[in-house]
């Protein structure tokens, strides 16, 4: 499809929409239910592709079938402007998200960051006034394992990786063209 024309983008989500339904009435009908070989749909530049038809239902249940969707976007904002109510139903939907990168776009910076979460520390406060004994208060805080500023400061040589059910991954990228 055209990079600056979206005039048919259209036909590419209906296309895509077809093939979730014909994958799955295939491994329904002649499978018992799942594919004998696993489908991977790398879909780059999602949000140029127009918006699938009842995808957020498709994502929801085409993994029983042996079927994988890679959602690949310069940025959240993105899935916010072309599936406005229903963008959280579909990052819910995958197990796994990786940030690549992705300039100054403060959101992804703090979904990222959010997505990370937190750790507890004991931070210890002691006051001592002239005459008094003092006092010491020991407070547990709530800190950023990474803030958003630093979400946006990775290195172009690493990445994030956040999977279901596992503490997130901050390494370096690698090559699969060598």
């Not at 990786?98 to 992804?108: N, Q």
Request: hydrophobic share 35%; charged share 30%; glycine share 8%.
């Amino acid at each position: 499809i055209s990079d600056t024309d979206d005039t048919f983008n259209f036909v590419v989500s209906i296309m895509y929409s077809q093939l979730f339904n014909l994958l799955c009435d295939k491994a329904d009908d002649e499978y018992g239910g799942r594919l004998p070989v696993h489908v991977r749909c790398l879909l780059d530049e999602f949000a140029n592709i127009g918006k699938i038809p009842k995808f957020e239902e498709k994502l929801a249940t085409i993994r029983k079938y042996e079927i994988s969707v890679w959602i690949i976007l310069q940025s959240l904002a993105q899935l916010k402007k072309m599936y406005k109510d229903s963008w959280g139903e579909l990052s819910g939907n995958c197990d796994t998200f990786m940030y690549i990168g992705g300039g100054w776009d403060e959101d992804t910076a703090k979904y990222v960051s959010a997505a990370i979460g937190k750790e507890t520390r004991k931070i210890m406060n002691q006051s001592f006034s002239k005459g008094a004994a003092g006092s010491v208060s020991i407070n547990n805080t709530g800190v950023e394992l990474i803030s958003p500023a630093e979400v946006r400061r990775i290195g172009e040589d690493e990445c994030i990786i956040i999977m279901k059910s596992l503490d997130p991954v901050r390494d370096k990228k690698y090559t699969t063209l060598d």
